[in-house]
């Protein structure tokens, strides 16, 4: 019997449904709420999902850029962007407590473009202090039934050096929105896959030097499960040293932040797979060592969070899993945190689909929230309909 695969677009087809969500058709912008999202439910479940997702996302970043670089960004943003609802944190001017999570601009090179969507803040990332190819392909897959998604890119960029020059340059663009609605601009920082454990200190130090001057904050991510040995980290004696590393760094490239804390804003961004005490160990450490705040969590590799076929698919495939599965122990390991100290500030990301899951991590502690597996499933008014919402509870 012939075996029959997956229906795929051609080449043409696949760009016009790749730019249509993001043009929204800008005729009829009057459209009754909750249109748009409508319209990009249809193509993602008739189209988009009938596409590999890494070239998805490829193509959906290409239109994005190629829209605002075509002087439309003002269309896009009146579609999707959003009134300022400020919000002071880690001593920055946030335009809203809504951001884009690390690793959907991994290089830095779309910020305005993504900032047109109504984003308060853009965390780019995860960057190395060396450039790598990321993980064999395929290596990104959909768990539709979950509205997640399961990834092993394995912090694939262009290195530290390439993102300096990306960021600059649009940091450059930024200046033409007004300044209520530019973002706040984080850069994430991970270790290079080939650098040895023992080495990390000095990978995660290289970074910082080289993208402080450019980050309004930094993160150190120490809890991908795509990189070998990269969660071992986490452990106190591994993390601390790192964490002195890249403070130092900063402090000496960085003599005027733009925070009011006096120095670039650091946080640590944590696994949701660590037991209850040894997130509690990591709390104390970044409290210890001067961290501004956590990142709470990454993708889980718990493959008990699924169920049917999207359950048999990731028991297959190595990789972290996002979305709404992670959404539970997200908001545990927020409560837990936020219980245990108030001397941090709090990100919370995982599992935020709508404004009401927002809301409930902003009521448990958390002062920002972050998604990306969100937008994928619900489109590029998410950021906006969540900002919206969060007004209005």
């Given at each position: 019997?012939?075996?029959?695969?997956?229906?795929?677009?051609?080449?043409?087809?696949?760009?016009?449904?790749?730019?249509?969500?993001?043009?929204?058709?800008?005729?009829?912008?009057?459209?009754?709420?909750?249109y748009?999202?409508?319209?990009?439910?249809?193509?993602?479940?008739?189209?988009?999902?009938?596409?590999?997702?890494?070239?998805?996302?490829?193509?959906?970043?290409?239109?994005?850029?190629?829209?605002?670089?075509?002087?439309?960004?003002?269309?896009?943003?009146?579609?999707?962007?959003?009134?300022?609802d400020?919000?002071?944190?880690?001593g920055?001017?946030?335009?809203?407590?809504?951001?884009?999570?690390?690793?959907?601009?991994?290089?830095?090179?779309?910020?305005?473009?993504?900032?047109?969507?109504?984003?308060?803040?853009?965390?780019?990332?995860?960057?190395?202090?060396?450039?790598?190819?990321g993980?064999?392909?395929?290596?990104?897959?959909?768990?539709?039934?979950?509205?997640?998604?399961?990834?092993?890119?394995?912090?694939?960029?262009?290195?530290?050096?390439?993102?300096?020059?990306?960021?600059r340059?649009?940091?450059?663009?930024?200046?033409?929105?007004?300044?209520?609605r530019?973002?706040?601009?984080?850069?994430?920082?991970?270790?290079?896959?080939?650098?040895?454990?023992e080495?990390?200190?000095?990978?995660?130090?290289?970074?910082a030097?080289?993208?402080?001057?450019?980050?309004?904050?930094?993160?150190?991510?120490?809890?991908?499960?795509?990189?070998?040995?990269?969660?071992?980290?986490?452990?106190?004696?591994?993390?601390?040293?790192?964490?002195?590393?890249?403070?130092?760094?900063?402090?000496?490239?960085?003599?005027?932040?733009?925070?009011?804390?006096?120095?670039?804003?650091?946080?640590?961004?944590?696994?949701?797979?660590?037991?209850?005490?040894?997130?509690?160990?990591v709390?104390?450490?970044?409290?210890?060592?001067?961290?501004?705040?956590?990142?709470?969590?990454?993708t889980?590799?718990?493959?008990e969070?699924?169920?049917?076929?999207d359950?048999?698919?990731?028991?297959?495939?190595?990789?972290?899993?996002?979305?709404?599965?992670?959404a539970?122990?997200?908001?545990?390991?927020?409560?837990?945190?936020?219980?245990?100290?108030?001397?941090?500030?709090?990100?919370?990301?995982?599992?935020?689909?709508?404004?009401?899951?927002?809301?409930?991590?902003?009521?448990?502690?958390a002062?920002?929230?972050?998604?990306?597996?969100?937008?994928?499933?619900?489109?590029?008014?998410?950021?906006?309909?969540?900002?919206?919402?969060?007004?209005?509870?």
């Amino acid at each position: 019997m012939q075996k029959h695969s997956k229906p795929t677009l051609k080449p043409g087809l696949l760009a016009l449904v790749t730019f249509l969500p993001f043009i929204g058709f800008f005729s009829i912008l009057d459209q009754p709420a909750g249109y748009h999202e409508c319209v990009y439910d249809f193509l993602f479940r008739n189209a988009l999902t009938h596409v590999d997702p890494e070239r998805a996302h490829h193509m959906s970043m290409t239109a994005l850029r190629a829209l605002d670089m075509a002087g439309l960004g003002s269309y896009l943003a009146e579609m999707y962007g959003t009134a300022p609802d400020p919000a002071n944190v880690l001593g920055l001017r946030f335009p809203n407590r809504v951001g884009l999570a690390a690793g959907f601009d991994k290089n830095g090179s779309a910020i305005r473009a993504l900032a047109r969507l109504g984003f308060g803040h853009i965390e780019v990332g995860t960057i190395t202090a060396h450039s790598q190819p990321g993980n064999p392909k395929p290596r990104l897959f959909r768990l539709t039934d979950h509205g997640a998604i399961l990834n092993r890119m394995g912090f694939n960029n262009d290195g530290a050096r390439q993102a300096v020059f990306n960021i600059r340059a649009e940091l450059k663009k930024l200046r033409v929105l007004p300044e209520s609605r530019r973002p706040i601009v984080g850069i994430n920082i991970g270790k290079t896959k080939v650098v040895p454990a023992e080495d990390a200190v000095s990978d995660y130090a290289t970074s910082a030097r080289l993208l402080s001057p450019l980050a309004d904050y930094m993160v150190i991510n120490v809890s991908s499960p795509n990189t070998p040995g990269l969660r071992d980290l986490q452990a106190i004696d591994t993390l601390r040293p790192i964490v002195d590393a890249v403070r130092a760094e900063a402090d000496e490239a960085v003599r005027n932040p733009r925070s009011t804390l006096g120095h670039v804003p650091l946080l640590v961004k944590i696994a949701p797979d660590l037991n209850d005490q040894d997130i509690l160990e990591v709390t104390d450490m970044c409290i210890d060592t001067g961290v501004d705040g956590l990142i709470c969590t990454n993708t889980t590799i718990n493959r008990e969070v699924l169920s049917g076929k999207d359950k048999e698919l990731a028991q297959a495939e190595a990789g972290g899993i996002s979305g709404r599965p992670v959404a539970d122990r997200s908001l545990e390991v927020l409560r837990l945190i936020r219980s245990h100290t108030d001397a941090l500030t709090l990100v919370s990301v995982g599992g935020i689909e709508t404004a009401a899951h927002a809301h409930e991590r902003l009521a448990a502690g958390a002062s920002l929230v972050q998604g990306y597996t969100g937008m994928i499933y619900r489109g590029p008014g998410w950021a906006s309909q969540i900002t919206k919402g969060i007004r209005h509870a």
